[in-house]
Nanobody, 119 residues
Framework: QVHLVESGGGLVQAGGSLRLSCAASGSIFSTAVMGWYRQAPGKQRELVATITRDGSTNYAVSVKGRFAISRDNAKNTVYLQMNSLKPEDTGVYYC?????????????WGQGTQVTVSS
């Protein structure tokens, strides 16, 4: 079983920066595709960024060039550095782990951390 705990959210002014962290328990972290998703009030959850075990990254168009996802397999932690934040980046940010084992594939989610960007 994988348990994910996010931290680092908060209130920041437009143009500011925040760094989110997601600590994962379990032995599968190094093989999992890790991702960050967000959900704004009244909207569906959307992909922000993903990173494979080899470090290949993928970003939503809306955050490309401003956000950076990274991982430290030794610490079982994935990060999301958010720069040049905009009010439209406001939402609850969720960490996600997608991994497989002999028995199947699994999606795990953290509890979320609130990011609020004021104009």
């Amino acid at each position: 079983q994988v348990h994910l705990v996010e931290s680092g959210g908060g209130l920041v002014q437009a143009g500011g920066s925040l760094r989110l962290s997601c600590a994962a328990s379990g032995s599968i972290f190094s093989t999992a595709v890790m991702g960050w998703y967000r959900q704004a009030p009244g909207k569906q959850r959307e992909l922000v960024a993903t990173i494979t075990r080899d470090g290949s990254t993928n970003y939503a168009v809306s955050v490309k060039g401003r956000f950076a996802i990274s991982r430290d397999n030794a610490k079982n932690t994935v990060y999301l550095q958010m720069n040049s934040l905009k009010p439209e980046d406001t939402g609850v940010y969720y960490c996600n782990a997608y991994y497989s084992d002999f028995f199947g594939s699994y999606d795990r989610w953290g509890q979320g951390t609130q990011v609020t960007v004021s104009s």
